[in-house]
């Protein structure tokens, strides 16, 4: 079965709607997740040739994000060689420290496991589960008719 382009438009637009809906949910258990408004900016989709619909993001760092790691990690996106100067660091009283970044990524801190989140796959199946009646709908439509 076929879909026209605007119904995966209209999947493509839900889809995004939805991630976006889970990453903010996610932000609030993690502090791993960007809470800088471009990390939402930084996702698209487009709807490619065979009816695919593609997800894509522009931020640096997403299959950190998105797959995890599988035991400690150096953290080279927070290195004066990457651009960064200081880092802010929240203590458990509330109050801030600013450390100075390494040099370059053989001096990096290393993070003892980032933790692998699943807002795509969520987000996906919320679409999913929100068209599914407009795609049984349209397989019934499109289903060839019997003649009596």
Same mark, same amino acid.
């Given at each position: 079965?076929?879909?026209?382009?605007?119904?995966?438009?209209?999947?493509?637009?839900?889809?995004?709607? +939805?991630?976006? @809906?889970?990453?903010?949910?996610? *932000?609030?258990? %993690? =502090?791993?997740?960007?809470? !800088?408004?471009?990390?939402?900016?930084?996702?698209? +989709?487009?709807? @490619?040739?065979?009816?695919?619909? *593609?997800?894509? %993001? =522009?931020?640096?760092?997403? !299959?950190?994000?998105?797959?995890?790691?599988?035991?400690?990690?150096?953290?080279?996106?927070?290195?004066?060689?990457?651009?960064?100067?200081?880092?802010?660091?929240?203590?458990?009283?509330?109050?801030?420290?600013?450390?100075?970044?390494?040099?370059?990524?053989?001096?990096?801190?290393?993070?003892?496991?980032?933790?692998?989140?699943?807002?795509?796959?969520?987000?996906?199946?919320?679409?999913?589960?929100?068209?599914?009646?407009?795609?049984?709908?349209?397989?019934?439509?499109?289903?060839?008719?019997?003649?009596?």
């Amino acid at each position: 079965m076929k879909f026209d382009r605007d119904a995966l438009e209209a999947f493509g637009k839900t889809w995004l709607k +939805y991630l976006k @809906e889970e990453i903010r949910k996610d *932000a609030q258990k %993690s =502090t791993f997740i960007p809470r !800088d408004p471009e990390f939402l900016k930084s996702f698209s +989709y487009a709807v @490619e040739s065979g009816g695919i619909i *593609a997800m894509y %993001s =522009t931020w640096p760092w997403l !299959d950190i994000i998105t797959n995890g790691t599988r035991g400690k990690y150096k953290m080279a996106w927070l290195t004066q060689d990457a651009g960064v100067n200081i880092v802010p660091l929240t203590q458990r009283d509330g109050s801030i420290q600013f450390r100075t970044a390494p040099l370059n990524v053989g001096k990096a801190w290393v993070h003892p496991k980032i933790a692998k989140h699943t807002f795509i796959a969520r987000s996906y199946e919320r679409a999913f589960e929100y068209h599914y009646d407009k795609v049984i709908q349209a397989a019934i439509d499109s289903a060839p008719k019997k003649k009596r």
